[in-house]
């Protein structure tokens, strides 16, 4: 009998409908087309509007993932929402999610992990699957991150958008499923990403306001850096744990940050442009929503078949960093 494993039984994505383009942005800071382009791969982004919350998102693609899972509200019992945006401090976007669904049956807790979001959610679902403590976990990532993006800094204003990504996730014995996840983090070099202010250490104020404090700042060279090599060693690592090569993989799903990174990790494992996933130049960066929408995206264009090796890779603010092997 084959071991009990996390699998994905269905997923969906929910995108804002205001497409914001470079040559819109043109129009907002001292930048180019053709500078955003050469240094990021982004041609376009999606942007929330001012009425429209993390938590509208995060229902729209939680819906679409049940409807094409076949699973009802009620056989949801655990919501893991991944963000760093929520609505509010509290409740959770998980509890608000649980709401509009009519989850009656669910647990909700909201995970903090930046852009590796989802996949430190899905390394959540698969502990609490594989213990037998849940049976069906729906894991959402999703972010707002145009409304904490200062739109004077063109260093930062051009990388970000908005989105959201949901998959359903059941026990399963059947083979496929989570074969692995690799989980890191490094405290020690927090302030080469972050957003300054809006919590205990410097609570809003009308002071901080006028200094952008509650919108990100980013040490550009060194994230990248940072990127490029701890994506590398988690996705080896992870494959390793699942043992398996990075060359058995069928595709690889980077976060999408940046073109460059990408280009780099894919380079680093020696994985040609046809096992590499890339939609940033529609979406742009769009924190813990990046890896599932573009599983989604994948799943629906053909990329991926049943018995696959794919792997998701995200690095985030934190530092945080992950990677996870599933046997599609």
Known sequence: MNRIRAKILGTGKSLPQKILTNADLEKIVETSDEWIRTRTGIQERRIAEPSEATSDLAIAAAKIALENARVQPDQIEAIFTSTCTPDMFFPSVSCLVQSALGAKNSAAMDISAACSGFIYGLATAKGFIESGTFKTVLVIGVDTLSKITNWKDRATCVLFGDGAGAAVIQSSQDGSGILSVFLGADGNEAEILKVPAGGSRLPASPEVLEKNLCSIRMNG??????????????????????????????????????????????????LGPEKVFVNVQKYGNMSAATTIVALDEAQKEGRIQRGDLVELVAFGAGLTWGASVIRW
Request: glycine fraction near 2%.
């Open 221 to 270: 060279p060194e994230v990248y850096k940072l990127a490029v090599t701890k994506m590398v060693k988690a996705s080896e690592k992870a494959a390793e744990m699942a043992g398996i090569q990075c060359s058995d993989l069928k595709l690889i799903i980077p976060h999408q940050a940046n073109l460059r990174i990408i280009d780099s990790v894919a380079k680093r494992l020696n």
